[in-house]
């Protein structure tokens, strides 16, 4: 099993206390770095202890560089799982700092940098993960692209088109390319959001990706049931990533999450124990085609 060692990020990462808005009000130019954030994310979940849940299984992670990527990698490692993450060529910072954490808990690592908007690039990601791993168990679509537009007259032809092609399409790419070398036992987690179930006057088509993806798990999971291969999603509020602070003005990233209950946005620590959740088959092997919302006190998802 897994050690549970864990890096020094020197962030205070082994505080449990979470940040509360206004946080410092910021921006980054895309695809923005989680390294640059303050206060960083929080990722280590110190309080989780690892139970051999995910041991000798193989996991690829899109958009695993940071975020929720980062910390579901993290857990998964802490699962005792080989991990592949997923990420941008401008990304590789947080990839770095990600793949360290990977090996800090005793787990074999993987950094691939990747356009998910590619489905060549795709393939090639997974047959790399093979290669290089011993094969293949668990999925996590996760990357993401968003920008708010208030007006959909501004939405340009190119945003849709971006938005499309790297938060559906490129789930579609990633199973096309994963389905030869899944098994029965093994399972599909992708990430979707409370904007695809209520939808967002500011994210038209990012809303609009993420009320597709919630579709495309549920009709997946039904072909795929007979395969026992599981497919499930994660619907999350707002989390403190480096999605917002490269999408909203700095002065709204400051007020990100206040207006949930909690009145902060979740960290991707909490977030990540989820995805081990729907990737364990000593969790959920019963479950399939759900969409599992984390709203940090709302309840209005149903």
């Known amino acids: 099993m897994a050690t549970q060692t864990r890096p020094d990020a020197g ?15 910021q921006h980054q130019e895309k695809p923005g770095l989680e390294g640059r954030m303050t206060p960083r994310p929080k990722y280590e979940a110190p309080t989780y202890r690892g139970s051999g849940k995910l041991e000798g ?14 910390a579901v990698a993290v857990l998964y490692a802490r699962e005792g799982a080989s991990v592949a993450i997923v990420h941008l060529p401008a990304e590789q ?14 787990a074999r690592g993987l950094s691939i940098a990747c356009d998910v908007t ?6 090639d990601a997974v047959e790399r993960t093979v290669r290089e791993l011993g094969g293949l168990d668990v999925l996590v679509n996760n990357a993401a692209f968003q920008q708010h537009v208030d007006d959909v007259a501004q939405l340009s032809d190119e945003q849709w088109d971006t938005t499309f092609r ?21 399972a599909i987690v992708n990430t979707g959001s ?31 049931v007979e395969k026992e291969i599981r497919v499930n999603c994660v619907a999350p509020g707002p ?50 085609g759900e969409v599992l919302t984390l709203l940090g006190g709302e309840t209005r998802a149903g």
């Open 11 to 25: 962030q205070g990462q082994d505080d449990d206390r979470k940040p509360e808005a206004p946080y410092p009000a």
């Open 239 to 288: 989390i403190w990533t480096p999605l917002n602070v490269a999408d909203k003005e700095a002065e709204e990233v400051a007020q990100h999450g206040a207006d949930t209950p909690m009145k902060r946005a979740g960290q991707p620590e909490e977030v990540a124990p989820a995805y081990v959740f729907f990737a364990s088959n000593a969790d959920s092997t019963y479950i399939t």
């Open 93 to 106: 910072p947080d990839a770095d700092e990600t793949l360290r954490a990977i090996e800090a808990e005793g």
């Open 194 to 224: 409370i904007t695809g179930l209520e939808g967002s006057k500011g994210l038209l088509d990012y809303s609009a990706t993420k009320g597709a993806i919630h579709a495309f798990t549920k009709s997946l999971a039904q072909q795929l």
């Open 57 to 70: 299984k193989v996991a690829l992670i899109t958009g695993g560089d940071s975020g929720i990527g980062r």
């Open 118 to 123: 590619d489905a060549a690039a795709c393939r």
């Open 166 to 186: 790297t938060n559906i399409h490129g789930y579609f790419y990633m199973v096309k390319a994963a389905m030869p070398h899944l098994r029965p036992g093994s």
